[in-house]
């Protein structure tokens, strides 16, 4: 699916935590990448940091301040832009609230307020169809981050040759880790109801974000191709958010009671939320129930640590957001971009929990 994955290696090399490139063009996920910490991280800086940035405007939309990974993002891209030279009084950081609507707006006072880079992180997917064509029109480079634009939409930016770039990993890789965390302990653990299949209930984030939809699907698409019989009792959306996952999965298990063997969520916050409602249950992960997640955020980590979270898939937002800001960085001083910039998610379990939370520092 992904044609256009490119890696810009002298810009990444740099400041990844993890191997980049995952190559996607076949429509399958990613290469499993080994459960290991990244490596230290260096100093980086992009390949043209000796142009003058001070000055340049840079307006970043994000879909909405209160989700705990975007925080964790959007705070380690302001310190990257300004070590790499931009000002801090240039980077304007705008909640969406969740409102397509509201970041609508917001990017045409960026574009009326004259940016000379925007790097946006949309509410809705779906319209990065129009949000390009208004950021396009203005002569504005823009780079997208987090939440992939379809291939359709990808394709334009190549075959009209506009600055315009996504910076990201594939969910599918995320979906499939989560589901070979699950799988890896193997159906005399998991099946505590002595059915011969994994009984599972299902939370998603926003339904209409694709790392949603990937994250869904390639998770139990994971156990199948393990060799496992699934049975979805409840599929229910979260909206990525920690209370929508604490209710929804305490109507589950309110509803199924014991046969739930399994609860997958599409984020950390709604996993964090479904552990308080599997505790408030009287369940106990790893001992009649698992629960996986996807972020690695420091206290889903710690979870992981002590057994009280089967396990998570860290979604490196340093590396992320370094690679977006180069790339901003890039379209400014004339060097350019390829129009897909990827990285690998990691698997987290108990085995590398720790060395993760290290290299977070």
Same mark, same amino acid.
């Given at each position: 699916?992904?044609?256009?994955?490119?890696?810009?290696?002298?810009?990444?090399m740099?400041?990844?935590?993890?191997?980049?490139?995952? /190559?996607?063009?076949?429509?399958?996920?990613a290469?499993?990448?080994?459960?290991?910490?990244?490596? %230290?991280?260096?100093? *980086?800086?992009a390949?043209s940091?000796?142009?003058?940035?001070?000055?340049?405007?840079?307006?970043?939309?994000?879909?909405?301040f209160?989700?705990?990974?975007?925080?964790?993002?959007?705070?380690?891209?302001?310190?990257?832009?300004?070590?790499?030279?931009?000002?801090?009084?240039?980077?304007?950081?705008?909640?969406?609230?969740?409102?397509? %609507?509201?970041?609508?707006?917001?990017?045409?006072?960026?574009i009326t307020?004259?940016? /000379? #880079?925007?790097?946006?992180?949309?509410v809705?997917?779906?319209?990065?169809s129009?949000?390009?064509?208004?950021?396009?029109?203005?002569?504005?480079?823009?780079?997208?981050?987090?939440?992939?634009?379809?291939?359709?939409?990808?394709?334009?930016?190549?075959?009209?040759?506009?600055?315009?770039?996504y910076?990201g990993?594939? %969910?599918?890789?995320?979906?499939?880790?989560?589901?070979?965390?699950?799988?890896?302990?193997?159906?005399?653990?998991? @099946?505590f109801?002595?059915?011969? %299949?994994?009984d599972?209930?299902m939370?998603?984030?926003?339904?209409?974000? +694709? /790392?949603a939809?990937?994250r869904?699907?390639?998770?139990?698409?994971?156990?199948?191709?393990?060799?496992?019989k699934?049975?979805?009792?409840?599929?229910?959306?979260?909206?990525?958010?920690?209370t929508?996952?604490?209710?929804? #999965?305490?109507?589950?298990?309110?509803?199924?009671?014991? @046969? #739930?063997? +399994?609860?997958?969520?599409?984020?950390?916050?709604?996993?964090?939320?479904?552990?308080?409602a599997?505790?408030?249950a009287?369940r106990? +992960?790893?001992?009649?129930?698992?629960?996986?997640? +996807?972020?690695?955020?420091?206290?889903v980590?710690?979870?992981?640590?002590?057994?009280?979270?089967?396990?998570?898939?860290?979604? /490196? $937002?340093?590396a992320?957001? $370094?690679?977006?800001?180069?790339?901003?960085?890039?379209y400014l001083t004339?060097?350019?971009?390829?129009?897909?910039?990827?990285c690998d998610?990691?698997?987290v379990?108990?085995?590398? *929990?720790q060395?993760?939370l290290?290299s977070?520092?």
């Open positions: 699916m992904k044609k256009f994955l490119a890696i810009l290696a002298s810009t990444l740099a400041v990844s935590l993890i191997g980049c490139g995952t /190559d996607t063009s076949a429509g399958e996920p290469a499993t990448a080994e459960p290991e910490a990244p490596a %230290a991280q260096e100093p *980086a800086a390949a940091t000796d142009n003058d940035l001070s000055s340049k405007k840079v307006g970043v939309c994000i879909y909405q209160s989700d705990n990974f975007m925080t964790l993002f959007r705070t380690e891209l302001e310190n990257y832009l300004i070590s790499l030279g931009f000002s801090k009084d240039n980077i304007t950081i705008a909640d969406g609230a969740n409102d397509q %609507a509201t970041q609508t707006n917001q990017i045409q006072n960026f307020d004259g940016v /000379d #880079v925007l790097i946006i992180n949309p809705n997917s779906s319209s990065a129009t949000i390009t064509d208004m950021v396009v029109d203005a002569k504005i480079p823009l780079v997208y981050i987090n939440r992939e634009p379809d291939a359709d939409e990808e394709a334009r930016w190549q075959s009209e040759n506009w600055d315009v770039t910076v990993c594939d %969910a599918r890789q995320s979906g499939t880790m989560q589901g070979q965390i699950i799988a890896d302990l193997g159906l005399d653990a998991i @099946d109801n002595g059915n011969g %299949a994994v599972y209930i939370i998603e984030g926003d339904p209409e974000n +694709v /790392d939809q990937y869904t699907e390639f998770s139990v698409k994971a156990l199948e191709d393990a060799g496992l699934v049975n979805c009792l409840s599929d229910q959306v979260g909206n990525w958010d920690q929508q996952g604490q209710q929804l #999965v305490a109507n589950a298990l309110g509803q199924y009671a014991n @046969d #739930v063997e +399994v609860v997958f969520c599409n984020n950390d916050a709604m996993a964090l939320g479904a552990l308080q599997i505790n408030d009287g106990t +992960v790893g001992k009649d129930i698992y629960l996986v997640g +996807v972020d690695a955020l420091t206290e980590c710690e979870d992981v640590l002590a057994g009280t979270i089967t396990g998570t898939v860290f979604n /490196d $937002h340093i992320q957001s $370094h690679s977006a800001a180069d790339a901003a960085v890039n004339g060097a350019g971009n390829d129009h897909y910039i990827g998610y990691v698997k379990t108990k085995d590398n *929990a060395s993760i290290d977070l520092g």
